[in-house]
Structure formats: C-alpha cells, structure tokens
C-alpha cells in the first residue's frame, strides 16, 4: 500500500489540478465525478484525471491519503479542495473561481468574468 501512497502523492504533486474520480473525464462513471468533471470544463481549468477503478488499491488509498472518506476528490496545487459537494458549493458561490485564480490556475475568460 506504501506504493501506491507513494503513486498517489507524486499524482497530486504533478499537476496544478488532479481529479481522482470514478472513470475518465471523458466517461465518468458516476453523476458525482460528472459533476465535478461539468464544474471544472466549464471554468476551463487544465487537469489531469485519475480513474480510482482502474485498481482497488488506488480506490482504497486515496481515501486513506486524503482522510477523506468519498470519491470523487479535487486537489489543486498539491493541496486537496474537497469532494463533489463542497467543490460544487464553491462553485455555485463563486468561491472556487477565486481559489483557482488565488492558486495561480488559469481560468478561461468567461468562467473568472
């Protein structure tokens, strides 16, 4: 498990944004990774995307490695942001625009307008 603890961090660690998420960007295979998935195409944030159902240990140590017991999990300079619900309150507060943009992550113009 240390391996993938190891995996997991240098994940996190590699991008601005990291998704750990249930399937792909492209075909996420639950509403909750969709969601998140939607909130960051739309702010049009680079980000890199981790299938957590690729492998029952990744599945296991993210939660473990964030103290955080659902997926999907944001992690935006190497610090995690939350799960889909508090993600999705930023977001609809306008609170997670002004993180990004606090973090140095780009944003497209009509998302930080």
């Known amino acids: ?10 994940q996190v660690k590699s991008g601005d ?11 996420p295979q639950c509403g909750f990774s969709g969601q998140l998935v939607q909130i960051l195409d739309y702010l049009g944030v680079e980000y890199g995307d ?28 190497g610090e995690f942001a939350g799960g889909c619900d508090i993600v999705r309150e930023m977001f609809q507060a306008g609170e997670l ?3 990004m943009v606090e973090k140095g992550v780009p944003l497209n113009a009509t998302a930080s307008a």
């Open 1 to 10: 498990m240390s391996d993938v603890k190891t995996w997991i961090d240098t």
């Open 17 to 27: 944004v990291v998704l750990f998420m249930k399937g792909t960007r492209d075909f």
């Open 50 to 77: 981790v299938n957590v159902l690729a492998n029952d240990d990744l599945r296991q140590g993210i939660k473990e490695y964030s103290n955080w017991p659902t997926i999907p999990q944001l992690y935006v300079k």
């Open 97 to 99: 625009q002004d993180y």
